[in-house]
């Protein structure tokens, strides 16, 4: 992808789940959006280059066993947490020598912990927020 974040392309992609990993160069405040990352985040993620659109994570690194990131899914905006995102933060940090296996990614919604070995494996709180049915 030829664009203005060249240099931070970190692409990642799971089964049926394409992320895009974007390395910030701040540390975050949970609980302020800041209209900047929001709307880079947005941008990165209808880009022509992304057909179906793609998954973004802003990524902060607090040291090699810890990073930070906020979410912003395909066809939802911002979340406050996200088990593939995590996985994707996770390895484009340990890729670019920024975390070590295994790493905290530290989330609006909680705290998950990476770990790669040829396979990714996360661990974290789960929470239902919601239940519901389907009529056919």
């Given at each position: 992808?030829r664009?203005?974040?060249e240099s931070?392309r ?7 789940s394409s992320?895009f990993?974007?390395?910030a160069g701040f540390?975050f ?7 900047s ?13 992304f057909?179906?659109g793609?998954?973004v994570?802003?990524?902060t690194?607090k040291?090699k066993q810890?990073i930070?990131?906020?979410f912003?899914e ?15 933060a ?12 295994a ?7 909680g705290?998950?912990?990476v770990r790669?070995e040829?396979?990714?494996f ?9 239940r519901?049915e389907?009529?056919s």
């Amino acid at each position: 992808m030829r664009s203005r974040w060249e240099s931070h392309r970190w692409a990642t992609s799971f089964p049926s789940s394409s992320h895009f990993a974007k390395f910030a160069g701040f540390r975050f405040r949970w609980g302020i959006r800041t209209t900047s990352s929001l709307s880079e985040a947005a941008e990165i993620g209808r880009h022509h280059d992304f057909k179906y659109g793609i998954n973004v994570e802003l990524v902060t690194t607090k040291d090699k066993q810890n990073i930070e990131a906020r979410f912003f899914e395909r066809g939802v905006g911002e979340t406050q947490s996200s088990g593939t995102g995590s996985c994707a933060a996770a390895v484009a940090s340990m890729v670019a020598k920024k975390a070590e296996s295994a790493v905290c990614v530290h989330t609006p919604g909680g705290v998950q912990s990476v770990r790669w070995e040829g396979q990714v494996f996360l661990a974290g709180a789960a929470q239902l927020i919601c239940r519901g049915e389907f009529l056919s």
